[in-house]
């Protein structure tokens, strides 16, 4: 157990729609990662928080937008799901700093399924 | 460009046998390279990571080699276990915190 809650484990809706995922880092870290993993394009990084403030963005679709919140919990909304949506979403989490970011502790994922 | 390859998408080993997980990269620029574990049903682990400027390091069981004359990773895993069956990710660091991933490369273990 990497310490990192998502929930929920899995999700399916239609296109067209809109869902949050959600996601509690460890204990004490301050810096939360949003990833999309998918058969055809692997692991890619979606953004990053760090203490309540974007800090790095990479693959995000427009119609994908997150937030990491006062109490360091994060959520990433998905809007006019598409089928190409359909993925697991990994969030994770690392300590402050420099060579920590190399370890960084990922939850288990949420399944998203668009229909 | 951003770009981390494996060469191999599958490898299968012995029980007790090493196993080396080999990982090609593009980006010069980055000042680490990453491996992580994934087992079935579950989030990426980290292993070991490997400064630009070093080429070797060890950990337990594990030894990564880099190679930055031919932008060549590899993951040595020591006698390896049933444990060890997993997708392995190389992943180098762009920038302070991006993460770029491979594609993964599946060990399987024979008994």
């Known amino acids: 157990d990497s310490g990192v809650t998502q929930t929920p484990k899995h999700l399916i809706t239609a296109t067209g729609q809109r869902v949050t995922l959600r996601c509690s880092p460890r204990?004490?870290?301050?810096?939360v990662y949003w990833y999309q993993q998918s058969l055809d394009q692997g692991l890619q990084f979606l953004i990053q928080?760090?203490?309540?403030?974007?800090?790095a963005k990479g693959n995000i679709l427009e119609r994908f937008s997150a937030q990491q919140f006062p109490d360091l919990h994060s959520e990433l909304n998905l809007s006019s799901l598409e089928l190409g949506d359909s993925a697991l979403y990994f969030c994770?989490?690392?300590?402050?700093?420099?060579?920590?970011?190399?370890?960084?502790?990922f939850g288990p994922g949420t399944r998203l399924t668009v229909l | 460009g951003e770009s981390v390859g494996l060469h191999l998408p599958t490898l299968s080993v012995q029980e007790g046998d090493n196993s080396i997980i080999n990982c090609a990269y593009s980006?010069?620029?980055?000042?680490?390279f990453i491996w992580y574990k994934q087992e079935s049903g579950k989030g990426p682990q980290f292993i070991i990571d490997?400064?630009?400027?070093?080429d070797k390091r060890q950990g337990q069981r594990v030894t990564v080699l880099l190679n930055k004359t031919v932008k060549h990773l590899s993951l040595q895993i020591a006698a390896t276990q049933p444990g060890d069956s997993a997708v392995y990710f190389c992943?180098?660091?762009?920038?302070?915190?991006?993460?770029?991933f491979g594609q993964g490369t599946r060990l399987t273990i024979n008994p």
């Open positions: 928080y760090y203490n309540g403030e974007e800090r």
């Open positions: 980006n010069s620029a980055s000042d680490y």
């Open positions: 490997i400064r630009s400027n070093m």
């Open positions: 992943a180098e660091k762009l920038g302070a915190q991006k993460l770029v």
């Open positions: 994770a989490s690392s300590p402050v700093g420099g060579r920590s970011y190399n370890e960084q502790f």
């Open positions: 204990s004490g870290d301050l810096s």
